[in-house]
């Protein structure tokens, strides 16, 4: 059973946490390049953000939109 354990241990230490290891390693030489991953996604959702600010836009231009102003039957 202690075997099992150990082998759960070389799975995590060994292979899945290699790639963190290798981040952990080239953050010392070059941060811009370990982060390469975060500034992506900053990126990804800065253009996804302007897309749907367009979106809005060309909606409102359009005039597609309810603006009235009504309360719910309840109130």
Same mark, same amino acid.
């Given at each position: 059973?202690?075997?099992? *354990?150990?082998?759960?241990?070389?799975? %995590?230490? +060994?292979?899945?946490?290699?790639?963190?290891?290798? $981040?952990?390693?080239?953050? $010392?030489?070059?941060? %811009?390049?370990? +982060?390469?991953?975060? =500034? &992506? %996604?900053?990126?990804?959702? *800065?253009?996804?953000?302007?897309? =749907?600010? &367009?979106? $809005?836009?060309?909606?409102?231009?359009? +005039?597609?939109?309810?603006?009235?102003?009504?309360?719910?039957?309840? &109130?």
């Amino acid at each position: 059973m202690k075997d099992f *354990f150990y082998a759960i241990q070389d799975l %995590f230490v +060994n292979v899945l946490f290699a790639p963190f290891d290798a $981040l952990r390693t080239l953050e $010392l030489d070059n941060w %811009f390049a370990a +982060n390469f991953v975060s =500034w &992506l %996604f900053i990126v990804v959702g *800065f253009v996804a953000f302007v897309y =749907w600010m &367009l979106q $809005l836009k060309s909606f409102n231009d359009n +005039n597609e939109e309810d603006k009235s102003i009504t309360s719910h039957s309840y &109130l």
